[in-house]
């Protein structure tokens, strides 16, 4: 019997077996298992807060099921497989469209503990891990403000709760300096093909000419820089600009952007910490994490000091 056992054991350690998480669960009346909602797991912010949770997961013994929600249908889909598999829990990102909001209620309705990132969904109870976007707003919008630029584009959606809390901090450095908030600087190129050329011929012959913006979103700041490119402009020499997320899939990009470090990795880690502690009967709460400017290449002093724009 005891050479039986070496056997079983010595055939294990090859196959690299590693428990079997139903049976464990049928016997604790458990899945060990956690379900993730993402917006989008093709951008790299995304799969960043991803390997976070997996990170803080896997030394507990729980697999992850990854919703990538980007249609109606695949929505539906992953409410359905949540419910399937009987997850311990629900870590949901913020910024979910397709009818998930009311998904992730009838979710929590029916008891599964839910942890948020970066927004509150209304009539869900459980915390939420989140980022000081308004400070992140304001230390881009003053990083511009410092080099001397006084008309600073804010390019960004004028909805979603991410996107507002970045606004504000962009408007709070504006007053902080003296500067009354122009709504016309605030814009958002829902087609980038004709707003970006109107765009472009309003620098060339508007005398108060925008020479800076704040962009909150590191692929959107990308996309801007190429196309005032295309368009015969040096990036920062001719117009500066800061984007958010310090993505760490544009590391190579030319010139070396300008922009706001989130703690990604730890937010997904954050997230996980909260959740366990939920499933422990744990008293939680809400998460805070500090942003930081990092400097790199596409900011530069305003060639006129700010002085035609007073």
């Given at each position: 019997?005891?050479?039986?056992?070496?056997?079983?054991?010595?055939?294990?350690?090859?196959?690299?077996?590693?428990?079997?998480?139903?049976?464990?669960?049928?016997?604790?009346?458990?899945?060990?298992?956690?379900?993730?909602?993402?917006?989008?797991?093709?951008?790299?912010?995304?799969?960043?807060?991803?390997?976070?949770?997996?990170?803080?997961?896997?030394?507990?013994?729980?697999?992850?099921?990854?919703?990538n929600i980007v249609t109606r249908q695949s929505a539906d889909r992953y409410l359905s497989m949540l419910r399937t598999q009987g997850v311990d829990g629900i870590i949901s990102c913020a910024e979910i469209e397709y009818g998930w909001d009311g998904h992730l209620r009838t979710l929590a309705g029916e008891g599964t503990p839910v942890v948020m990132i970066n927004d509150r969904v209304a009539g869900v109870d459980g915390p939420v891990v989140y980022v000081d976007q308004v400070k992140g707003g304001y230390l881009a919008t003053k990083c511009l403000l410092d080099a001397g630029h006084r008309r600073v584009l804010f390019i960004g959606r004028s909805r979603g709760y991410i996107n507002l809390e970045r606004k504000k901090g962009y408007r709070q450095a504006l007053e902080e300096a003296g500067i009354k908030p122009d709504g016309s600087l605030?814009?958002?190129?829902?087609?980038?093909?004709?707003?970006?050329?109107?765009?472009?011929?309003?620098?060339?012959?508007?005398?108060?000419?925008?020479?800076?913006?704040?962009?909150?979103?590191?692929?959107?700041?990308v996309k801007f820089i190429n196309r005032l490119q295309s368009c015969g402009y040096r990036v920062p020499d001719d117009f500066s600009v800061v984007g958010f997320d310090d993505l760490s899939s544009l590391q190579w990009f030319i010139p070396g952007l300008t922009t706001i470090r989130q703690q990604k990795?730890?937010?997904?880690?954050?997230?996980?910490?909260?959740?366990?502690?939920?499933?422990?009967?744990?008293?939680?709460e809400d998460v805070l994490l500090d942003v930081e400017l990092v400097e790199r290449n596409t900011v530069c002093k305003d060639k006129n000091g700010g002085t035609s724009y007073e």
């Amino acid at each position: 019997m005891e050479e039986t056992r070496q056997n079983i054991l010595r055939i294990a350690g090859e196959l690299n077996h590693s428990p079997n998480l139903r049976a464990r669960g049928l016997k604790l009346s458990r899945s060990f298992l956690i379900g993730m909602a993402v917006p989008n797991i093709s951008k790299s912010f995304y799969a960043d807060v991803v390997q976070g949770t997996e990170e803080c997961l896997k030394d507990y013994g729980y697999g992850l099921i990854l919703c990538n929600i980007v249609t109606r249908q695949s929505a539906d889909r992953y409410l359905s497989m949540l419910r399937t598999q009987g997850v311990d829990g629900i870590i949901s990102c913020a910024e979910i469209e397709y009818g998930w909001d009311g998904h992730l209620r009838t979710l929590a309705g029916e008891g599964t503990p839910v942890v948020m990132i970066n927004d509150r969904v209304a009539g869900v109870d459980g915390p939420v891990v989140y980022v000081d976007q308004v400070k992140g707003g304001y230390l881009a919008t003053k990083c511009l403000l410092d080099a001397g630029h006084r008309r600073v584009l804010f390019i960004g959606r004028s909805r979603g709760y991410i996107n507002l809390e970045r606004k504000k901090g962009y408007r709070q450095a504006l007053e902080e300096a003296g500067i009354k908030p122009d709504g016309s600087l605030c814009i958002s190129f829902d087609n980038w093909d004709e707003e970006f050329d109107a765009f472009i011929s309003g620098l060339t012959n508007h005398q108060q000419a925008p020479t800076a913006a704040f962009i909150p979103s590191d692929l959107a700041a990308v996309k801007f820089i190429n196309r005032l490119q295309s368009c015969g402009y040096r990036v920062p020499d001719d117009f500066s600009v800061v984007g958010f997320d310090d993505l760490s899939s544009l590391q190579w990009f030319i010139p070396g952007l300008t922009t706001i470090r989130q703690q990604k990795k730890e937010m997904g880690f954050y997230a996980a910490q909260l959740l366990l502690a939920r499933l422990k009967g744990e008293k939680t709460e809400d998460v805070l994490l500090d942003v930081e400017l990092v400097e790199r290449n596409t900011v530069c002093k305003d060639k006129n000091g700010g002085t035609s724009y007073e």
